[in-house]
């Protein structure tokens, strides 16, 4: 009998990015950046749900929030409310030190998920 996965009870992650299911590409929260930025000083970095295949953005199915972290820092949030927003923010942040830009999402459907971006700061 196959395992069963709860999308709930799990953070969720792209499996093998050259062969994504439908369900990936409509919840991976695609990160674009530059790779490289100076110190303190601000860049901006986009995190779009949907992106490769647009998610549903309705009461009973939407995405519930983005948040982006370095690390295990957290630099930043976005609430979303269905129907009035759409998953595809742009924060302007500044880092001090390289590290991991963390994008995480929450589908009220279909739980928490995360992708990851290395950034090299000079
Ligand atoms: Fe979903």
Known sequence: MAEVVNLLQQMNKVADPANMT??????NP??????????DEPFECTVHVGKLKA?????AHHIEFIDLYVDDLF???VDLQARKSNPR??????????????????????GVWV???KMSIS
Do not use: W
Request: glycine letters at 2%; one cysteine or more; hydrophobic letters at 35%.
């Open 22 to 27: 439908e369900l990936e590409m409509k919840h």
């Open 30 to 39: 695609v990160i674009s950046c530059p790779d490289s930025a100076k110190a």
């Open 55 to 59: 998610h549903p953005n309705e009461a």
């Open 75 to 77: 630099l930043c949030r």
């Open 89 to 110: 923010i742009t924060f302007e942040i500044m880092l001090r030190q390289s590290g991991v830009l963390k994008a995480y999402q929450s589908c009220n459907m279909h």
């Open 115 to 117: 992708s990851e971006k």
